[in-house]
């Protein structure tokens, strides 16, 4: 009877052994592996870097993407696909011809992930290479809700709408604060507050901001919906795990935490119901600058907001012209505030000194007679 290891064929046994498959081509110097599959290996060492440091998978995720269609781009155009070769010639084919028509903020974004995926393969060219983008101003439409419309949120919205408002439009929370909070970290005491985890890497920079004057009555308000997600959750699935995550769902038994996608449609449907749409970073800005008009200095914004740079808190503020007006009522009402002394006290200094201030000959005159 026959082996039957031997009737196997390569491929079928390279699977069983989980031996890789390198795709190979041959040249010159014999049978050597295609530069897509080196390119692809010096891509996936250069991620695992920037892992190692402390990127987010999320961002990782975007750099892959970025610089496999970008080198797949040039290989196509016929260009040289080698990060220690490329120079300026394939930088700025990238720029004016791949991404013809594209913003040029995403122009920037995608060219220096290049560029910095080949300084970090040794490529000499890339150096002191300066690129040129033109206006990278953001495009974006920034939006603010006018004041009617912000309370108009507040009073009409229900249930757990309620709370993602509050912690928006008054506490200021990015969404992915939003979703990242948990129960404890509303903490009461001589000095309530709320612990934070914002943008950033390894989980988020933590900040700490103090409770909004409703910020017990909507809190409590919630946590009884909660309980009553939890309790439908343990009546079906009595050994269901209670997640810590405060904003959470039950669905046939099971709980789960709500996800940025879940906030979008109960803000759509908040919206439809008020008459106006907005976004979550809507309600952000619009606290800052409710905050700005009700007085509050820009350094105390920056640090709610959890700024490092005042300009970035200038920006969700927003100052149009009534802002700048108001700022202008307010300039001259201190003007009129200052002591100005009136015409007449200067009455007899003027008779003195003369016009302008210059002293006359008389008044040397009589100057001289008193210390005679």
Same mark, same amino acid.
């Given at each position: 009877?026959?082996?039957?290891?031997?009737?196997?064929?390569?491929?079928?046994?390279?699977?069983?052994?989980?031996?890789?498959?390198?795709?190979?081509?041959?040249?010159?110097?014999?049978?050597?592996?295609?530069?897509?599959?080196?390119?692809?290996?010096?891509?996936?060492?250069?991620?695992?870097?920037?892992?190692?440091?402390?990127?987010?998978?999320?961002?990782?995720?975007?750099?892959?993407?970025?610089?496999?269609?970008?080198?797949?781009?040039?290989?196509?155009?016929?260009?040289?696909?080698?990060?220690?070769?490329?120079?300026?010639?394939?930088?700025?084919?990238?720029?004016?011809?791949?991404?013809?028509?594209?913003?040029?903020?995403?122009?920037?974004?995608?060219?220096?992930?290049?560029?910095?995926?080949?300084?970090?393969?040794?490529?000499?060219?890339?150096?002191?290479?300066?690129?040129?983008?033109?206006?990278?101003?953001?495009?974006?439409?920034?939006?603010?809700?006018?004041?009617?419309?912000?309370?108009?949120?507040?009073?009409?919205?229900?249930?757990?709408?309620?709370?993602?408002?509050?912690?928006?439009?008054? /506490? %200021?929370? !990015?969404?992915?604060?939003?979703?990242?909070?948990?129960?404890?970290?509303?903490?009461? +005491? @001589? $000095?309530?507050?709320?612990?934070?985890?914002?943008?950033?890497?390894?989980?988020?920079?933590?900040?700490?901001?103090?409770?909004?004057?409703?910020?017990?009555?909507?809190?409590?308000?919630?946590?009884?919906?909660?309980?009553?997600?939890?309790?439908?959750?343990?009546?079906?699935?009595?050994?269901?795990?209670?997640?810590?995550?405060?904003?959470?769902?039950?669905?046939?038994?099971?709980?789960?935490?709500?996800?940025?996608?879940?906030?979008?449609?109960?803000?759509?449907? /908040? %919206?439809? !119901?008020?008459?106006?749409?907005?976004?979550?970073?809507?309600?952000?800005?619009?606290? +800052? @600058? $409710?905050?700005?008009?009700?007085?509050?200095?820009?350094?105390?914004?920056?640090?709610?907001?959890?700024?490092?740079?005042?300009?970035?808190?200038?920006?969700?503020?927003?100052?149009?012209?009534?802002?700048?007006?108001?700022?202008?009522?307010?300039?001259?009402?201190?003007?009129?505030?200052?002591?100005?002394?009136?015409?007449?006290?200067?009455?007899?200094?003027?008779?003195?000194?003369?016009?302008?201030?210059?002293?006359?000959?008389?008044?040397?005159?009589?100057?001289?007679?008193?210390? !005679?």
């Amino acid at each position: 009877m026959p082996n039957s290891r031997l009737t196997l064929s390569k491929a079928s046994w390279a699977r069983c052994h989980q031996i890789p498959r390198i795709p190979m081509y041959y040249t010159e110097d014999g049978l050597m592996p295609r530069a897509s599959y080196i390119l692809g290996k010096e891509r996936e060492a250069y991620l695992a870097e920037l892992r190692d440091a402390g990127r987010s998978e999320v961002t990782l995720k975007g750099y892959d993407y970025t610089l496999r269609t970008a080198f797949r781009a040039m290989e196509d155009a016929g260009l040289d696909a080698n990060p220690r070769r490329i120079g300026r010639k394939e930088i700025n084919w990238l720029r004016d011809e791949h991404m013809a028509g594209a913003a040029p903020r995403y122009k920037v974004n995608v060219v220096w992930t290049v560029i910095n995926f080949c300084k970090w393969a040794g490529n000499p060219n890339l150096a002191k290479l300066k690129v040129s983008f033109g206006n990278v101003a953001p495009t974006k439409r920034v939006r603010w809700l006018e004041n009617d419309q912000a309370m108009t949120l507040k009073l009409n919205a229900q249930g757990i709408e309620k709370m993602i408002v509050h912690c928006e439009l008054d /506490l %200021g929370m !990015r969404r992915v604060e939003l979703l990242r909070l948990k129960v404890d970290d509303f903490q009461t +005491g @001589r $000095m309530n507050q709320v612990n934070l985890l914002g943008k950033g890497r390894n989980g988020g920079k933590p900040r700490t901001i103090s409770w909004h004057p409703e910020t017990s009555t909507v809190l409590a308000g919630y946590l009884e919906l909660r309980e009553a997600e939890i309790e439908k959750a343990t009546r079906r699935n009595p050994c269901e795990e209670i997640p810590r995550n405060l904003l959470v769902y039950e669905r046939n038994g099971w709980l789960y935490a709500y996800q940025k996608s879940a906030i979008e449609k109960i803000l759509n449907r /908040l %919206g439809e !119901r008020v008459g106006f749409h907005f976004s979550n970073h809507d309600l952000r800005r619009t606290c +800052g @600058r $409710m905050m700005f008009r009700a007085g509050l200095k820009l350094e105390e914004i920056a640090r709610i907001f959890g700024h490092s740079d005042t300009r970035t808190t200038l920006h969700y503020l927003g100052l149009d012209h009534e802002d700048m007006s108001n700022a202008m009522q307010k300039y001259a009402r201190y003007q009129e505030s200052l002591i100005v002394p009136k015409i007449g006290t200067f009455a007899k200094s003027q008779m003195e000194s003369g016009q302008g201030g210059i002293r006359t000959p008389g008044f040397r005159l009589a100057k001289a007679a008193i210390f !005679r």
